[in-house]
C-alpha cells in the first residue's frame, strides 16, 4: 500500500473490481456490482467491509482497523482509517480530558492522545 495511514488496498490497487473473502463465513465475493453499478469506485472495499461488519459481527480477511481506547472510561472506537480514529481520539481526550491510546491497524504502533494534545 502507498500511504501507511490506509490500512485497506483502494480499488485502483486491484485494478477493476477486487475480490473479498471471509475465512469466519467460508465466503468470496466478487466487488463487481458495488465497483460499476452502485458507483462507490474506490470505497466498494471500504463499504463492503463496513457492511460486513454491520451484518455479521465482524470483518472480511485482511482488513485491518485503527482502534481507539480511553485509558479512563469504557469508550472506544474502531475504524477503518488512521485520521478517523485520531478524530475520534481528540475529541473524547478534549471532552472529557481523558488520555485515549490507539493501536494501530498495520502494526505494533501505539499513539497516546492526552487532554493537551487535543486542545
Known sequence: M???????????????????????????????????????????????????RRHTGHFPDEIATWRARCRNCPEEAERLAGDAATRWAETHARHTRHAVEIHHATGDETTLVEADDAE
Open 2 to 52: 502507498s500511504d501507511p495511514d490506509d490500512s485497506i488496498a483502494t480499488d485502483d490497487e486491484f485494478g477493476d473490481a477486487p475480490t473479498v473473502t471471509c475465512e469466519r463465513c467460508d465466503r468470496e465475493w466478487d466487488l463487481s456490482k458495488e465497483f460499476d453499478d452502485l458507483g462507490v469506485g474506490n470505497h466498494a472495499v471500504e463499504q463492503f467491509a463496513l457492511d460486513h
